[in-house]
T-cell receptor
Framework: DSGVTQTPKHLITATGQRVTLRCSPR?????VYWYQQSLDQGLQFLIQ???????AKGNILERFSAQQFPDLHSELNLSSLELGDSALYFC??????????????FGEGSWLTVV | DAKTTQPPSMDCAEGRAANLPCNHS???????VYWYRQIHSQGPQYIIH???NNETNEMASLIITEDRKSSTLILPHATLRDTAVYYC??????????????FGKGTSLLVTP
C-alpha cells in the first residue's frame, strides 16, 4: 500500500459525458501527479500540482482539467469523453524536499471505460 | 531528462538473480537513476534510486557504473511475483516540488518456475 488513495476504482460512462477522478496523496506529500495509461500509449504524464499550484503539464488534453485543493487532495476532470479516453488513470504523490529524492508513489489507479 | 535504453524483455528462473540493465549515456550530473516496476495493471511501484553510489534496500540492489552511463538493477532471488515490467528512469531530484517521471517502454521480466 503506497498510501495514495484513488476513487473510484472502476467507472463506466457514455461518450460525451463528464467524470471526476479523486486522489488523496500520502500524508505530508505536497506534489500530486496524474498519469494516463492506455493499451497503446504506455504511461503518459498528464499534469502535476504542488501545494495547490499547477507545476508542470504533460500530454493533457484541453478536455481534461485538474486541481489540487487546500487539503491537498486532487481531482482530475474529464469531459466530452470519447472512446479513446478509456484507460487507467493513476495519481501519484511525492514529498517536498530534495533530500528525500522526490520519490514518487503511485496509487492503484482508476479504470475508466467509455462506451 | 536523459533517455534510457532497456531490453524489451528478459527471462529469469525462479530463485536466481535477475539482472536488468539500463543504458543512460546522456545522463547529467544532477540526474538520479530511478527504478520502478508495474505488475499487470497495478500502480507503478518504486523500487530504488541512486545518484552515483551503489544502493541496496530490501527489494533490490542498484549498481551504477563509475561513468554513470549505465546501471543494473539486481533482484537477488527472483520469485514468480517479480514478474512485471521494470522501468529505468533518469531525472533530477533537487527541488522542493519534484519533477514528473517520464516512463519509457521498460523491460518485461518473466520469472519462470
Amino acid at each position: 500500500d503506497s498510501g495514495v488513495t484513488q476513487t473510484p476504482k472502476h467507472l463506466i460512462t457514455a461518450t460525451g459525458q463528464r467524470v471526476t477522478l479523486r486522489c488523496s496523496p500520502r500524508s505530508g506529500d505536497l506534489s500530486v501527479y496524474w498519469y494516463q495509461q492506455s493499451l497503446d500509449q504506455g504511461l503518459q504524464f498528464l499534469i502535476q500540482y504542488y501545494n495547490g499550484e499547477e507545476r508542470a503539464k504533460g500530454n493533457i488534453l484541453e478536455r481534461f482539467s485538474a486541481q489540487q485543493f487546500p487539503d491537498l487532495h486532487s481531482e482530475l476532470n474529464l469531459s466530452s469523453l470519447e472512446l479513446g479516453d478509456s484507460a487507467l488513470y493513476f495519481c501519484a504523490s511525492s514529498p517536498p524536499g530534495a533530500a528525500l529524492g522526490n520519490t514518487i508513489y503511485f496509487g492503484e489507479g482508476s479504470w475508466l471505460t467509455v462506451v | 531528462d536523459a533517455k534510457t535504453t532497456q531490453p524489451p524483455s528478459m527471462d529469469c528462473a525462479e530463485g536466481r538473480a535477475a539482472n536488468l540493465p539500463c543504458n543512460h549515456s546522456t545522463i547529467s550530473g544532477n540526474e538520479y537513476v530511478y527504478w520502478y516496476r508495474q505488475i499487470h495493471s497495478q500502480g507503478p511501484q518504486y523500487i530504488i534510486h541512486g545518484l552515483k553510489n551503489n544502493e541496496t534496500n530490501e527489494m533490490a540492489s542498484l549498481i551504477i557504473t563509475e561513468d554513470r552511463k549505465s546501471s543494473t538493477l539486481i533482484l537477488p532471488h527472483a520469485t514468480l511475483r517479480d514478474t512485471a515490467v521494470y522501468y529505468c528512469i533518469v531525472r533530477v531530484a533537487n527541488s522542493n516540488s519534484g519533477y514528473a517521471l517520464n516512463f519509457g517502454k521498460g523491460t518485461s521480466l518473466l520469472v519462470t518456475p
